[in-house]
């Protein structure tokens, strides 16, 4: 099911979804080079990644695509903001990836830089799916076993993060300590988020 695009508002809400992707791929940028564990579904992307032999950027659009066709078997409404996150995220993340450095053997900066990923991922979500163009894949999923199961954003987005996690890991993906705890956090943190951008996921439509 596709939702409307309101011409009007696009250009504005063009670059309202624009900033949130590119937050959403400093995140995971963040979380790679802080070297405690990726989140996880980059645990299954920079797996998939090394066997297929494609940029963790490209991978992350096909897994996209595959996450998108189970949100739309669950009945997702969807929307051109769905589609552009499956292309734009994985494109900012492989831009930003060479401005920030891979960091070793200083927990303290390690540490800022994954929790810093989980708040700036947390609002990234919070500021794309509040211009209401649809969800990206992921998140479509999310809000999907939000709707389908009845169990708040908190639940659906951990208990979907613990399941990828296992899967990318036994892929060889790089799971860590770090990857537990942003999987215990990012729930929370998109709830948050959510919060303080005022976004009411599967709201009547209107614009």
Known sequence: MLK???WKTFP???LRIQLG????GISIVLMIKS?????SWAVLDVALSKITGLTVGRMTILSGFVVLLIALAMREQIGWGTLSNMLFIGLWLDFFNPFFPSIEHNLVTQSAMLLSSVVVMGNASAIYIGVDAGAGP???LMLAINRVFGVSIRMARTSLELT???IGWLLGGPAGIGTAIFALLIGPAVQWGFKVWKVEPHKANGH
Do not use: E
């Open 138 to 140: 992921r998140d479509s």
């Open 35 to 39: 070297n405690l564990g990726t989140s």
């Open 4 to 6: 409307p695009v309101y």
């Open 12 to 14: 504005l809400d063009f």
């Open 164 to 166: 990828i996690i296992l």
């Open 21 to 24: 992707f590119a937050l959403y």
